[in-house]
């Protein structure tokens, strides 16, 4: 007769450590926990960068990358939605002392960020119809959205209780000014931002 094999106990992998190796295994692609899900977007293409410049020029001309706030690409926004919820915007404005405010896996209070700006590419409903509730609901009080898909440039403020209050939408040959509350006055042109469509 022989001994029943003793099997060890199975331990799940929380939703942090998932999207954890997630990140590990899938090198370039964005990982972000967003309503307790785990999100994956592919490596974004050379024209969703090429429209991430032209919008971030406008913001360092202005002085928002200095001593009262940096622009940050790619930092990692902590969601009160959810117990592992983070969010990781293609663009910031943050305080210029984040680094003190740093809560876990590389993600920083929501209280720091003046701003965050996505860039639509291939998941861009995550960008207009997931995200603008999960930024109201963290207080972020602009979230900018290049939408290049269809062509415009959505400006959402006033965040209060899980939704933005404000929308603002702006097409191809206008011009917008964002809130000062950012740093700064930061005029944007819709084409300059959607160029890298043409």
């Known amino acids: 007769m022989s001994a029943a094999a003793v099997e060890e106990p199975f331990e799940q992998m929380t939703l942090l450590e998932t999207a954890e190796l997630f990140s590990r295994q899938l090198v370039g692609h964005r990982v972000e926990i967003l309503g ?5 977007t592919p490596p974004p293409g050379g024209q969703h ?17 200095g001593e009262t706030t940096r622009l940050i ?8 939605g959810g117990p592992s919820d983070y969010a990781i915007p293609d663009m910031s404005i943050v305080d210029a002392d984040y680094a003190d405010h740093l809560i876990e896996r590389n993600c ?7 701003l965050v700006l996505e860039v639509t590419s291939s998941n861009y409903l995550v960008d207009l119809k997931v995200k603008p509730v999960l930024y109201a609901e963290a207080e972020v009080p602009v979230y ?3 939408d290049r898909k269809n062509l415009k440039v959505m400006v959402l403020t006033d965040p209060q209780d899980g939704e933005y209050r404000v929308h603002a939408v702006h097409h191809p040959g206008q011009t917008f000014t964002l ?3 950012i740093g700064a006055a930061v005029t944007l042109s819709v084409d300059d931002v959607l160029i890298a469509k043409k």
């Open 179 to 181: 809130p000062e509350s």
């Open 36 to 40: 307790g899900q785990i999100t994956v």
């Open 108 to 114: 920083y209070d929501p209280v720091i960020f003046r």
């Open 49 to 65: 960068g090429d429209s991430l410049t032209s919008v971030s020029l406008p913001f360092l001309v202005a002085g928002l990358h």
């Open 73 to 80: 690409q790619g930092i990692g926004l902590w969601l009160p």
């Open 144 to 146: 900018v959205i290049v």
